[in-house]
Nanobody
């Protein structure tokens, strides 16, 4: 079965950086669009970034210019490099995967979800 396993979360001071990783198994990784969502306490889960199978990327306005999504098809892994972190970036971050080529900004666009990794940014 498909498994998405996130890692790399932790506690960091504002202005710092973290790199999240998501190792995928049970799927033909290169054919899937991959993405990241996040959910802060008391808030709805929101789109962060996605990367299509062809490599094109898109970001939420709130992270544009600070976060970079990338993928390594040889390692079946997608990354989220997060720089200039802010306290409002504090959330659980979820890796997602889909074969769809539409609705990639919406939760319903994704078929598979990881368990999440916590990112906490202190002020």
């Amino acid at each position: 079965q498909v498994q998405l396993v996130e890692s790399g979360g932790g506690l960091v001071q504002a202005g710092g950086s973290l790199r999240l990783s998501c190792a995928a198994s049970g799927l033909t990784f290169s054919g899937y669009a991959m993405g990241w969502f996040r959910q802060a306490p008391g808030k709805e889960r929101e789109f962060v970034a996605h990367i299509r199978s062809g490599g094109s990327t898109f970001y939420a306005d709130s992270v544009k210019g600070r976060f970079t999504i990338s993928r390594d098809n040889a390692k079946n892994t997608v990354y989220l490099q997060m720089n200039s972190l802010k306290p409002e970036d504090t959330a659980s971050y979820y890796c997602v995967a889909t074969l769809k080529t539409y609705m990639l900004f919406s939760r319903v666009g994704y078929d598979y979800w990881g368990q999440g990794t916590q990112v906490t940014v202190s002020s």
